[in-house]
Nanobody, 112 residues
Framework: DQFVESGGGLVQPGGSLTLSCVGS????????MTWHRQPPGKALEWVAT???????MYSDSVRGRFTASRDNDKNTVYLQMNMMKPEDTAVYYC???????WGQGTQVTVSS
């Protein structure tokens, strides 16, 4: 399994950013995908889950602000982040449920 995240950067509070993650080495369209993040100095935390059939689930901290989606033709999952807060600052990762592999992540910093 391989995961390549991109799209991170610096954004002001209240701003928006969209992350992408390309997965390879497995049948992408059949797999449950997740987004996680690791804030500085803190443990990894779950952000969202995307089921193959389109169902979605979000953590309480991002529900209503973040929207996850997937394009199975491109082996890609996305995380649209709106109304961003300083506490969203973290390295963001995607992963396939059951995988032990992590990508390099993409850094998101929310600061004025």
């Amino acid at each position: 399994d391989q995961f390549v995240e991109s799209g991170g950067g610096l954004v002001q509070p209240g701003g928006s950013l969209t992350l992408s993650c390309v997965g390879s080495g497995f049948p992408f369209s059949d797999e449950i995908m997740t987004w996680h993040r690791q804030p500085p100095g803190k443990a990894l935390e779950w952000v969202a889950t995307l089921w193959p059939g389109g169902a979605l689930m979000y953590s309480d901290s991002v529900r209503g602000r973040f929207t996850a989606s997937r394009d199975n033709d491109k082996n890609t999952v996305y995380l649209q982040m709106n109304m961003m807060k300083p506490e969203d600052t973290a390295v963001y990762y995607c992963q396939k449920v059951g995988s032990t592999t992590w990508g390099q992540g993409t850094q998101v910093t929310v600061s004025s």
